[in-house]
T-cell receptor, first 109, second 112 residues
Framework: RKEVEQDPGPFNVPEGATVAFNCTYSNSASQSFFWYRQDCRKEPKLLMSVYSSGNEDGRFTAQLNRASQYISLLIRDSKLSDSATYLCVVNGGGFKTIFGAGTRLFVKA | DVKVTQSSRYLVKRTGEKVFLECVQDMDHENMFWYRQDPGLGLRLIYFSYDVKMKEKGDIPEGYSVSREKKERFSLILESASTNQTSMYLC???????????FGSGTRLTVV
């Protein structure tokens, strides 16, 4: 079992749709959680950290479920510019940071 | 604007050449990392450093070495390039207080 698993997609959604991605992790001692966004042929960029209480940044909402060991990202009112690969990132303490392989999203007009 | 700068965007090298990839950050971060990214495999950690002159192997260090003589600079060295080292190489840095990474724009290396 991979330490961090994501559905690779692709997710194809129309503009304005709501889309959700899940990510599971295997290390129950994991401490920090993030979502990164990576555009085609570009570097990953931090989208948002994920907190136990859940957090929201505009159209993006991130949630953490420690009991079930998964994190989620919800995108509301999808824009064409949201098309990208979304990476789930889990830090298990110290230097043990694991990147998921990513979920591809295509938003179409 | 904080930055991680990688010296080359694209490189083409011949098999057996020694290759140097340079990375500089201006955020005074303690931690620096080298990853390679390949389709379907995601990001894989090659080496990391948590202080000047300190280095630790990541998950795939074979065929690579690193150097960190100054806090802001972390170099990746391919001792003898091989075709299976053709990849996108990404440098990143992070502060000690949290683990949010800032990445450089990447070097796409082709070994022929």
């Amino acid at each position: 079992r991979k330490e961090v698993e994501q559905d690779p997609g692709p997710f194809n959604v129309p503009e304005g749709a709501t889309v959700a991605f899940n990510c599971t992790y295997s290390n129950s001692a994991s401490q920090s959680f993030f979502w990164y966004r990576q555009d085609c042929r570009k570097e990953p960029k931090l989208l948002m950290s994920v907190y136990s209480s859940g957090n929201e940044d505009g159209r993006f909402t991130a949630q953490l479920n420690r009991a079930s060991q998964y994190i989620s990202l919800l995108i509301r009112d999808s824009k064409l510019s949201d098309s990208a690969t979304y990476l789930c990132v889990v830090n298990g303490g110290g230097f043990k940071t694991i990147f998921g392989a990513g979920t591809r999203l295509f938003v179409k007009a | 604007d904080v930055k991680v700068t990688q010296s080359s965007r694209y490189l083409v090298k011949r098999t057996g050449e020694k290759v140097f990839l340079e990375c500089v950050q201006d955020m005074d971060h303690e931690n620096m990392f080298w990853y390679r990214q390949d389709p379907g495999l995601g990001l894989r950690l090659i080496y990391f450093s948590y202080d000047v002159k300190m280095k630790e192997k990541g998950d795939i260090p074979e065929g690579y070495s690193v150097s960190r003589e100054k806090k802001e600079r972390f170099s990746l060295i391919l001792e003898s390039a091989s075709t299976n080292q053709t990849s996108m190489y990404l440098c990143a840095s992070s502060p000690q207080v949290n683990w949010s990474y800032t990445f450089g724009s990447g070097t796409r290396l082709t070994v022929v």
